[in-house]
């Protein structure tokens, strides 16, 4: 019985919208990605919506659709995953919460202030962990637990806690006033009075202070959003009689393997940024299917983050960097490990640079197979316009990773 390997590469946020500074193309369209591009002429290029009608354009619910299950069944919000990833056991009653640490303006009143940085400077794990643990030992109680992540991102539980709040992610409110996005709903006034009691927590913090001095910006505030319950996904092996793993640097899509019962491989240098380990996380792609793995889901965070914070130059560095360091090695080096594989090539969703947010428009993919490469040579590039053109759109994105692994192609 032929044995196929599949590989799953997943540019986080990498398309995007047209981008006056560079005369009306897309980051996608202008990157120098060679890799890319062959696989847009070898293989299967088309649209599909990976965020189904009614339901927010986050990477939760992109790369639920991406990995094959439906989010209007699975769904249960972004920040349980996160959890699942940094081994915390939620409770059924539990409800996870993203904590990120964010810069807000110095307006004196909470309400007044405006969002500076949903991330704080990319702050590092080494600082934002001391950082934590002080908001941990003011703020921990019975009901409320805060558990420290990677940079700017981590984690509260409030045992017993409600989901039906309204809370905005903060990367969705960069440069504006935060007033008509503070927590409404159940819980509102607990959820805003943790926000309230970090400002003094942090205010004149030894690791901010040492930041101020460096030029950096300062982590003013914790921003709670992402709630949700622990998800109970439909093991990968199941749906798809596959042994795999996930290679990520955030805890999301981490935690979405581990909750599809797959592996997680974790990478050193591994940041989530345009400054990641590349060629480290193809290398352990690579590794895995030595291994006897038989798929893997190799999810890249760094186009999404240039894209947030509007930095045109690091979006295109990062596409060409999964082409370069890691697209390129391992169609190299996958032909000595295996007679033949599959790559699926997308992004989750649209990060637009002039939007520095998520937006819920279809995305191009691409599946290549190695054994096909001959059958239908053209010349195209991967990119936006282009897979529109080619007429296959695919409207239930989570439909997509049966035509993968199951399809002709």
């Known amino acids: ?41 070898l293989g299967e290029l088309g649209t599909v919506k990976t965020v189904p009608t009614g339901l927010p354009p986050g990477s939760d619910v992109a790369n ?16 349980p995953l996160e959890a699942v990833s940094m081994g915390i056991d939620l409770k059924p009653t539990d409800v996870a919460f993203r904590c990120n640490l964010v810069t807000l303006s110095d307006a004196p009143f909470y309400h007044d202030k405006t969002m500076i940085d949903y ?15 002080d908001i941990a030992k003011s703020l921990n109680t019975a009901t409320f637990s805060f558990y420290p ?17 309204q809370l905005t992610p903060p990367h969705d409110i960069s440069d504006r006033p935060i007033t008509s996005h503070l927590p409404k709903g159940d819980g509102e006034a607990q959820l805003l009075g943790l926000m309230e009691q970090s400002i003094n927590i ?20 914790i921003w709670l959003w992402g709630q949700g319950k622990k998800p109970a996904l439909k093991s990968f092996t199941e749906k798809y009689q596959l042994q795999g793993s996930v290679i990520s640097a955030v805890d999301l899509a981490k ?14 240098g591994a940041t989530g940024n345009v400054h990641t380990n590349f ?38 560095l990062s596409i ?33 640079l002039t939007l520095k947010t998520h937006v819920s428009d279809p995305v191009p993919f691409v599946i290549y197979r190695y054994s096909n490469q001959e059958t239908s040579r053209r010349c195209r590039n991967f990119d936006e316009e282009t897979a529109k053109q080619s007429g296959l759109y695919i409207e239930d994105g989570f439909t997509l990773m049966d035509r993968f692994i199951n399809g002709q192609y």
């Open 1 to 41: 019985m032929e044995t196929i390997k599949y590989l799953v590469v997943l540019g986080d946020g990498m398309a995007d919208y047209p981008v006056p500074q560079l005369n009306g193309k897309t980051p996608l369209q202008v990157s120098q990605k060679p890799a890319m591009d062959r696989l847009a002429s």
């Open 64 to 79: 639920l659709s991406v990995m094959g299950y439906d989010p209007h069944i699975y769904y249960t919000g972004r920040s």
């Open 119 to 133: 991330s704080s400077d990319e702050i590092s794990t080494a600082e934002s962990k001391v950082l934590m643990a």
């Open 149 to 165: 992540g990677i940079s700017y991102r981590h984690l509260m539980v409030w045992h017993g806690g409600p989901v039906n709040c």
């Open 202 to 221: 942090l205010k004149n913090h030894p690791i901010n202070q040492a930041r101020i001095q460096k030029g950096l910006r300062p982590a003013t505030s």
């Open 255 to 268: 935690g979405l393997g581990l909750c599809a019962g797959l592996k997680v491989i974790n990478v050193p």
């Open 279 to 316: 060629r480290g996380k193809a290398e352990a792609a690579l590794n895995a299917f030595k291994a006897g793995q038989d798929f893997i889901y190799l999810h890249f965070e760094a186009p999404d983050e240039a894209g947030h914070r509007g930095e045109i130059e690091n979006k295109i």
């Open 320 to 352: 060409e960097r999964i082409n370069s360091e890691a697209l390129e090695f391992l169609l190299k080096e996958m032909p000595r490990v295996t007679e033949d594989f599959k790559i699926m090539l997308l992004p989750d969703h649209p990060t637009p």
